[in-house]
C-alpha cells in the first residue's frame, strides 16, 4: 500500500468512514464476501468498475437477494421499483467518480438513484473504486468528474449531449444531460456505514 492509498484510508476512517484496501479483483471478491452476509439484501448502483471487476457477476452467482438493474427486458416501471428497493437493501454497492485525499466522496448522477442511497436507507453502503479515481481535493474531484468520467459515461450510454462530441464539460443544458446532481459526501453520521475498498488497479472512468 503506497503512502497516499494509506493517507486515503485514514482520513476515511476520521470521516467515520471504514477504508480498506485490496491488490486485485479476486482479493475484492473475497472481501466483498466477509462484509456482505449470506441471504441479505444487495443492491446496486450503476457501475462500469463493478462490471469490470466482477462484482456483478459474483453477486448474481452468490448467495444474495440481489436487485439487479441490469437484467435484460426491464421495463421502466421494473427499474423503478428496483430503485426503490435499493433503499431497503441491507447493502448498496457502488463505485464513486472520484476520492479525495482527505477522505470525501464525490459523485455525479443522472436521476439520483445511485447516489440518494449511498445518502440514506441500506444499513450498510460499499463503495469500489480504482487507483484511478483518486483526487487531491474536492475541486480536483469535482473536475475530474465532469471532463472524465460524465463524458464518457454519456459515451457509454449512447447520449446526444455536446460532451460526446466534445470529449468535455461544457454545462449544457441538453435534455440528455446525465450531470444532474453533485454530490459531496465528507463525512457519515453512522460510523462505518459506508465502506470505501480502494484496489490497486484502474477502472472504470
Keep these: 500500500m503506497d503512502f497516499q492509498i494509506q493517507k486515503i484510508i485514514q482520513n476515511l476512517e476520521r470521516n467515520n468512514m471504514t477504508g480498506y484496501y485490496v491488490e486485485d479483483e479476486k482479493k475484492l471478491i473475497t472481501l466483498l464476501s466477509t462484509l ?7 443492491g446496486c448502483g450503476d ?23 441490469h437484467r435484460p427486458g426491464l421495463s421502466s416501471e421494473e427499474k423503478r421499483n428496483i430503485y426503490l428497493q435499493n433503499f431497503s437493501a441491507d447493502t448498496f454497492i457502488s463505485s464513486t467518480n472520484a476520492i479525495t485525499l482527505d477522505g470525501k466522496l464525490f459523485n455525479i448522477d443522472g436521476n439520483g438513484s445511485r447516489v440518494a442511497p449511498m445518502l440514506y ?14 483526487a487531491e481535493t474536492a475541486e480536483d474531484a ?11 459515461d454519456a459515451i457509454r450510454l449512447g447520449k446526444n449531449t455536446p460532451c460526446t462530441k466534445l470529449k468535455r464539460c461544457v454545462d449544457c443544458k441538453h435534455e440528455e444531460r ?7 459526501i465528507a463525512r457519515q453520521r453512522v460510523p462505518g456505514r459506508i465502506k470505501v475498498i480502494l484496489v490497486n488497479q484502474s477502472y472504470g472512468y
Excluded: H, M, W
Aim: with cysteine; net charge positive.
Design 36 to 42: 456482505i452476509p449470506e441471504r441479505s439484501s444487495v
Design 142 to 152: 469535482i473536475t475530474r468528474a465532469r471532463q472524465i468520467a460524465a463524458p464518457l
Design 178 to 184: 446525465i450531470c444532474n446532481d453533485f454530490v459531496l
Design 47 to 69: 457501475s462500469v468498475t463493478l462490471e469490470q471487476t466482477g462484482v456483478f457477476d459474483f453477486l448474481r452467482t452468490a448467495n444474495y437477494i440481489f436487485y439487479d438493474k
Design 121 to 134: 436507507g441500506p444499513e450498510q453502503v460499499i463503495v469500489v473504486a480504482g487507483k484511478n479515481k483518486i
